[in-house]
């Protein structure tokens, strides 16, 4: 089906979002619900997963390499919970840069369906790594004031910084999910792409272990600049750079209008390939 809406229309993107939100919220939870259907403690694994990944994580960099955040103090508890907020970001988006490349290929029975709207399938998945990011954010949030014994103010704005994110997660969403039908491959070229954005980001590391001239190439990567933010308000108790964020949002959503004008120019082929 060729969609409605129009590729001149820079909100079409989140038309299809608005239009069938409730769909989309009903198939983010019966992903997240499939997920763990059949194991023995079922959906607290979302929350346990992360729990015994900063457990690991601060017993690693904790314990056995001491390792200390540059310029800042604390001990190695203070390092976990600083990697583990960067990480966090980096789960959120390998999470949905690894679906996106067989995600038309997983639900092939939607596309012949003429009354289906293809391109919610993007949103579902951000829907179900955000219920994944929420629940490890808490986690994390749990975690710094039992080691910190306080939380800094900043963390309510934290929902502005993945704000910002999603329409470029969108957008990559939609354009690998397309290109996927048609390069069986693309799958496991993302899946090393994904750990190179992950170590050529600072969180394992901060940005000012990076000599200064090089320093910027650092925000061609499109987690560092998640990254920092979030640490910004989650850790540090600042205001994140708002001057950056705000160029990160623009160029965040007119990569999602080009990617999904990709999405709906290409997917009139799907049925063929399928």
């Known amino acids: 089906m060729i969609s409605k809406y129009r590729l001149a229309d820079p909100l079409s993107p989140y038309r299809a979002l608005l239009r069938h939100f409730h769909l989309v919220v009903q198939m983010a939870k019966r992903d997240v619900i499939g997920r ?44 976990a919970v600083i990697l583990f907020a960067g990480l966090n970001i980096n789960t959120f988006f ?34 179900s790594a955000l219920f994944h990011l929420l629940i490890s954010t808490i986690v994390l949030l749990i ?21 910002v994110f999603l ?22 070229a993302i899946t090393i792409i994904t750990i190179m954005l992950m170590f050529l980001a600072p969180i394992f590391y901060s940005k000012e272990m990076i000599p200064e001239h090089y320093r910027k190439l650092l925000y061609l990567n499109p987690l560092t600049a998640i990254v920092e933010s979030t640490r910004d308000v989650l ?33 009139k082929g799907f049925a063929d390939v399928l």
């Open 167 to 188: 329409p470029f997660m969108a957008g990559l969403v939609w354009f690998l999910s397309s290109l996927g039908v048609f390069l069986r491959d693309l799958k496991h």
């Open 143 to 163: 975690f710094a004031l039992v080691v910190r014994g306080t939380l800094p103010w900043t963390v309510v704005l934290f929902p502005i910084v993945v704000l």
């Open 36 to 79: 763990y259907r059949g194991s023995f403690i079922g959906l607290l694994w979302s929350f346990f997963n992360p729990l015994l990944m900063l457990s690991v994580y601060t017993f690693v960099f904790g314990y056995v390499f001491k390792s200390r955040w540059a310029g800042q103090g604390g001990g190695q508890f203070e390092f």
């Open 235 to 267: 850790i540090w108790g600042r205001m994140p750079d708002w001057g950056m964020l705000g160029a990160y949002t623009l160029a965040a959503v007119l990569f999602a209008w080009l990617s999904f004008g990709w999405f709906e120019r290409t997917r």
């Open 94 to 127: 390998q999470e949905c840069a690894n679906r996106a490349p067989t995600l038309i290929l997983e639900n092939r029975n939607f596309v012949k369906k003429i009354v289906f709207p293809l391109e919610t399938l993007s949103w579902t998945t951000i829907g």
